[in-house]
């Protein structure tokens, strides 16, 4: 018996084929590979499982009422997320009106003819799980890699802030929420590391909260140029006035977009 899946996620193979008993006959066949066999009866179906799914391998019969086989999968390759899936073509021993020219032209990586061997046709699929499995286990540890580096990158960039004694004001516009760290609690006299950006604001010294609040306002604008730079006066809580630098980026996250209203935007100050 085949140890594929053992030790590895089950990945999807998709059947298509108008007849049940034909498609029983795969399952079987397949079995013994231990992944999800997902059934269409039809090629529309089969658009539908694929718009819904990731396929290692889709095994294509040709011969189906409504769209045929041939017409399934130049749907199939017009579409960038399936485009590489590999199709295997079911073809009856009469023909079917074939073409393993035009086959190949749609991507199809093999055919086989009914009825065929189930050995083969095992063995066949199981290449292309095996090659979805390992190619799906570098996707997952290259982003554990982008993650790492990201990570180690703030640790980096933490403690340079640190060695520097550089504040840093983190707003969740959304929420209001404020996260600080220890040079910027002492500045503005929080008694922990987070806040709120209203109660944060008080200490703005009045002739200046109007400029520093347009220069942030800009940076949310879709529009406008992402980050603010701008100098101004705090009220400590002791009530000495000190000026500082401030300088902020505008960060989006959500929906895939760098910017957008519907995003979520924090501020590194």
């Not at 003819?113 to 290259?142: D, H, N």
């Not at 879709?222 to 980026?249: I, Q």
Request: some cysteine; charged content about 25%.
């Amino acid at each position: 018996m085949s140890q594929l899946g053992t030790h590895a996620e089950r990945v999807n193979i998709l059947v298509v084929d108008d007849e049940p008993a034909n498609v029983l006959a795969l399952e079987a066949v397949l079995a013994d590979l231990n992944q999800n066999v997902v059934r269409a009866g039809s090629g529309d179906e089969a658009l539908r499982r694929v718009l819904e799914t990731d396929f290692a391998v889709i095994l294509m019969d040709l011969r189906m009422p409504g769209l045929s086989g041939f017409e399934a999968a130049r749907l199939i390759r017009s579409r960038s997320r399936s485009r590489s899936t590999p199709i295997i073509f079911l073809t009856a021993a009469d023909g079917d009106g074939f073409s393993a020219t035009e086959a190949y032209a749609l991507g199809a990586v093999d055919y086989l003819t009914k009825p065929f061997v189930p050995t083969i046709l095992r063995a066949k699929v199981a290449v292309f799980v095996e090659l979805y499995q390992k190619t799906e286990a570098l996707k997952a540890a290259e982003r554990e890699r982008a993650g790492a580096a990201v990570r180690e990158s703030e640790e980096r960039l933490k403690l340079a802030v640190g060695i520097a004694r550089l504040g840093t004001f983190d707003v969740d516009l959304l929420t209001g929420a404020v996260v600080v760290n220890g040079p910027a609690q002492g500045l503005f006299g929080t008694g922990s590391t987070h806040t709120t950006f209203a109660r944060a604001q008080e200490h703005f010294h009045p002739d200046d909260r109007g400029e520093v609040m347009r220069r942030v306002s800009a940076a949310f604008d879709p529009a406008g140029p992402g980050e603010f730079e701008v100098e101004h006066r705090v009220v400590r809580p002791d009530g000495e006035e000190c000026w500082l630098r401030a300088r902020g980026r505008a960060f989006f996250s959500g929906a895939g977009m760098e910017r957008s209203n519907r995003s979520r935007p924090e501020l590194g100050y």
